[in-house]
């Protein structure tokens, strides 16, 4: 990373050059760099090894560096990872660095740190027409504002495959299940280094939050990015972020794609994805009998303010309490903060954390990646014996949240929070009307 002439840098017909064909290489003006604590230490390893110990980065100010790991008492190896990041910051003057400290109830400072991929929206970094590239495989969220987001390492113009998302969206329904819905129709490899663009009324009705959920799960069908056509939603959400001026890109008339997916989403009905894929689509009320051991509301893909929200509102309308233990993992600090400040809806005033301490929720915890990598033993509701878990997060392969045993069904944060309230897969239709 940093030093953006050394290599080639994906670039799409989107975003790029109106006259890029699939398949070509192209020279792009990269305008965001991210890594976090996982990744960041490697390449700049890679970055020191290939220009030299006193390279210097081409823009301080382009590069995002994110640590997203929860602070371990075991594996000091971890926490090291963050220092190596913080030493480049200092070295290279990086302008962004996301880390805040405080005191562990044992005295020692800890790192308080963030999911990137959400992080980089809620900061401004996230801008219609610019090139994001990331360490990080999420980084694709970013297609939701128009930008061309991607984990970093690949050299062509992707083709696109365009995915019609029409229809009023049921009440019910969040962008988790439309996501679900997409993979589960082509399954884990059906976009495989391909970009997918979202479009249709169903996908201009989503909020901004929203449409980070659909693009995140990108990477879960392969696709090296999602994007999603900036519009007025995408320039309000901005007004508050950021002030660096940027030029939206669009598909226009020319524009070829590979396939191209219709779905009415007025009749989609909640979704799973069963152990041990995120293609294993299953209906979420074709699963009530799937007995599980916990839930999980957490993540880049499922842990921001609106997911929280959704499934506040699910204990509201309950107004019944968990049968299983149920894990908050904010997405980032502000994520954290909203949820002890910001009312739910139809509440009489209720933050989050109040209607979740009424369902008998755990408290939410610091904001992280957390358990959605599994990570090191103490991490905060890791599966650290094979129990099922209904989770809002990304990845349900055998071993992601812990166990190799442990089975997770991945949904949206209405259905983990009907599932909270019942100790089963639970379509939420049973609390919401
Ligand atoms: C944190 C990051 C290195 C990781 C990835 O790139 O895959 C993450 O996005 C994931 O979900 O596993």
């Known amino acids: 990373m940093g030093h953006i002439e050394g290599q080639i840098y994906l670039a799409s017909p989107y975003t ?52 997203i790991t929860t602070f371990s008492q075991l594996m000091n190896a971890a926490n090291r990872n963050v220092d190596t990041l913080r030493d480049f910051k200092r070295e290279q003057n990086i302008k962004y660095f996301y880390v805040t400290l405080r005191t562990s109830e044992t005295s020692r400072l800890i790192q308080i740190t963030k999911a990137s991929a ?31 987001a991607s984990g970093i390492g690949n050299t062509e113009v992707p083709p696109t495959i365009r995915f019609v998302l029409d229809g009023e969206i049921p009440s019910y329904i969040l962008a988790k299940d439309l996501i679900l819905q997409v993979i589960g129709e082509i399954s884990v490899a059906g976009a495989t280094y391909k970009t997918m663009e979202f479009v249709g009324t169903a996908v201009e009705g989503l909020t901004m939050e929203e449409r980070m959920t659909l693009c995140n799960m990108v990477i879960e069908a392969g696709g090296k990015n999602g994007v999603i056509p900036a519009d007025k ?14 030029e939206p890109v669009y598909s226009d008339e020319q524009a070829r794609f590979l396939a191209e997916y219709h779905f009415d989403i007025s009749k989609l009905e909640p979704l799973v994805a069963k152990p041990h894929s995120p293609g294993n689509r299953a209906l979420a009320r074709e699963c009530k009998d799937v007995k599980i051991d916990r839930v999980y509301i957490g993540s880049c893909t499922g842990g921001k303010t609106e997911d ?29 903060m909203d949820l002890y400040t910001i009312p739910v809806p139809e509440s009489g005033g209720k933050t989050c954390s109040q209607i979740f301490e009424d369902a ?65 897969v639970t379509d939420p239709r049973e609390f919401l009307q």
Request: net charge positive.
């Open 360 to 424: 008998g929720c755990d408290t939410p915890a610091s904001p992280s990646c957390g358990a959605c990598m599994g990570g090191p033993r103490d991490t905060h509701a890791r599966l650290n014996e094979p129990q099922v878990c209904v989770s809002t997060t990304n990845r349900n392969f055998p071993g992601r949240m812990g166990h190799k045993e442990g089975q997770i069904y991945l949904a949206s944060p209405y259905t983990a929070a009907a599932s909270a309230l019942t100790g089963h």
């Open 16 to 67: 790029a050059a109106a006259s890029a064909l699939t398949g070509e290489n192209l020279w792009v003006n990269v305008d965001v760099l991210m890594t976090n604590d996982i990744t960041g230490p490697g390449a700049i390893g890679v970055f020191k090894r290939e220009f030299g110990e006193n390279a210097k980065v081409r823009d301080r100010e382009k590069v995002v560096v994110i640590p």
């Open 308 to 336: 929280f929200m959704a499934a506040a509102k699910v204990f509201l309308a309950s107004g019944k309490k968990v049968k299983v233990p149920t894990f908050l993992v904010p997405a980032t600090q502000k994520v954290w």
């Open 118 to 148: 959400t992080l980089l929206a809620q900061e401004g970094h996230c801008r219609p027409g610019e090139v994001l590239v990331g360490t990080d495989s999420h980084t694709c969220t970013a297609g939701a504002f128009g930008q061309f």
């Open 233 to 246: 939603t995408t320039y309000d959400y901005l007004k508050e972020k950021t002030t660096v001026p940027y």
